[in-house]
Nanobody, 112 residues
């Protein structure tokens, strides 16, 4: 059973920031690549960013410069710092562990 628990979502105004967290069980955290993706209200699913255990990151162009992925290996936690949020960022955000799977997701709503 995949054990990933996301938190930090909520309602934010356009231009605001949120920091998502994802706590993972140790067996699916080390030494795996972790990432974030999202599913929009229109059911589009897109991968946003990945980070290797050694901290090498990849951010998709759609969020580059606004979102930053990071991880704390001592806490088995991966983060997604989201800045300058736009209404189009409204989605359910999921963290994942490659190759183990996804968490249950956390809702982010960007609206005035």
């Amino acid at each position: 059973q995949v054990k990933l628990v996301e938190s930090g979502g909520g309602l934010v105004q356009p231009g605001g920031s949120l920091r998502l967290s994802c706590a993972a069980s140790s067996d699916i955290f080390k030494p795996y690549t972790m990432g974030w993706d999202r599913q929009t209200p229109g059911n589009q699913r897109e991968v946003l960013a990945r980070i290797t255990y050694d901290g090498i990151t990849h951010h998709e162009d759609s969020i580059k410069g606004r979102f930053i992925i990071s991880r704390d290996n001592a806490k088995n936690t991966v983060y997604l710092q989201m800045n300058n949020l736009e209404p189009e960022d409204t989605a359910v955000y999921f963290c994942f562990s490659e190759p183990w799977g996804w968490g249950q997701g956390t809702q982010v709503t960007v609206s005035s």
